[in-house]
């Protein structure tokens, strides 16, 4: 089965998203890891198809972790979708700008988030690590 990768260090944040892969049927794993050095480090084992990518994280923030992510080879072409409080335009285009596909806003529609997450792997069951 596919693996999405959760990267958020806010306990409540990362309920939501696990109950979301818990009580519904997403079709994909979720993992989680609450730092970016830690997702990092856990890419190359997991594979995973996409990764959902909180901004503001302690140590290196999420925007610098989607950077170097986009610029090595065995992660540049894992989707990214930034999860953010930061909801001004000009985070957006950051986040856009950085290499993150998709930007999330908090609190998150958490009914709107099932519907991407379950159209995103049923459009990607074939690839790498599904």
Request: hydrophobic content about 45%.
């Amino acid at each position: 089965m596919s693996t999405i990768l959760l990267v958020e260090d806010d306990l409540a944040n990362r309920a939501v998203i696990e109950d979301i892969f818990q009580f519904d049927d997403i079709g994909a794993e979720l993992a989680c890891v609450e730092t970016g050095e830690k997702a990092m480090l856990v890419i190359p084992k997991l594979e995973p198809i996409l990764i959902l990518m909180d901004i503001r994280l302690p140590g290196i923030g999420g925007l610098e972790v989607t950077r170097a992510l986009k610029t090595e080879p065995g992660s540049k072409d894992i989707p990214i979708w930034a999860l953010t409080a930061y909801a001004m335009g000009e985070d957006k285009d950051k986040a856009l700008a950085a290499g993150c596909e998709e930007y999330i806003t908090k609190p998150i529609d958490t009914a709107a988030l099932k519907d991407r997450l379950r159209e995103f792997v049923g459009q990607h069951s074939g690839v790498k690590g599904a």
